[in-house]
């Protein structure tokens, strides 16, 4: 049985900070929900209410387009090493394009990683943990270097291009210009 919490604890904090994969889940009043994993060093804890992820360029930009029509979002981490633990925060989330304020105050949080197009900010309501004894044990190897690769090879005016043809329609037919 999982229990609920309204915050992050310093040890669950420890717990994301040693994860090397999230997954981010959004949904809007209809259509299909997306979920999506998330690697590379993309995911800061402001505190024990707060999270902020940096979002790359990705084939689509469905958790983008969906927060702008229904701000509910879900990011959950699952130990594959280690004690079995799962870790839901579930809350409300608001995307930051590049070069808005809160993107110039916070991006500085981040190394520099190419095809970065927003940063999400999460406003935790709850947190539930449970736990993951159906979870395999699987180890760690490497983190892909593909997507920033094929971002550098885009250069800012390719990725720009990128995504007006690529992110700016849902997979439901949702459209949004991140202007």
Known sequence: ?????????????????????????????????????????SLRVVNENEVIWLNLTGSGNETAIHLKHKNRITLMFCAFEGDPIILRLYGRAKPHQKETPFWNKNIGLFPKIAGSRQLVQVQIENVQVSCGMGVPIMEFKEERTSLVEWAVNQGDD??????????????????????
């Open 1 to 41: 049985m999982g229990r609920q919490l309204k915050q992050l604890t310093p040890a669950l904090i420890d717990f994301i900070h040693n994860q090397n994969v999230f997954f981010v889940a959004t949904a809007m009043e209809e259509g299909s929900i997306n979920l999506s994993p998330k690697g590379l060093d």
């Open 158 to 179: 390719g990725l720009k291009k990128y995504w007006q043809k690529k992110n700016t329609t849902s997979i439901d037919g949702y459209r949004d210009s991140f202007d």
